[in-house]
């Protein structure tokens, strides 16, 4: 088993000095930490895998493709590969669990 705690997982990516934390990489999926603070901007680009992404805390806006949808704590929203997104108007400090299927590389 593989077991993690959130608190443990956010501190040690902010020890490394990084918006992104992968803490779990298998045959099928990866699973990271993702932290944008309040008034950031994503830089993401568009990912070759499908992505899910949990939203533990924060509050923002995110746009996939051309549908724009606030979430916050509790949201779920999934991407497909390949297409255009980015979090937005981050109005609290944002933390996101993000699987990627297949494993990011």
């Excluded at 077991?3 to 990516?13: K, N």
Aim: glycine share 6%; charged share 20%.
């Amino acid at each position: 088993m593989k077991a993690f705690r959130l608190d443990e997982l956010e501190a040690e990516r902010a020890a490394h000095n990084g918006a992104y934390l992968q803490f779990l990489k298998e045959r099928n999926m990866s699973v990271g930490l993702y932290a944008l603070d309040a008034g950031d901007t994503d830089p993401q680009q568009p990912h070759h895998q499908d992505e899910v992404y949990l939203v533990v805390s924060g509050r923002a806006a995110i746009t996939v493709g051309t549908e724009t949808q606030s979430v916050a704590r509790g949201s779920v929203v999934y991407v497909p590969a390949g297409v255009p997104h980015k979090f937005h108007h981050i109005s609290e400090d944002l933390r996101v669990m993000v699987v990627f299927s297949p494993p990011e590389s």
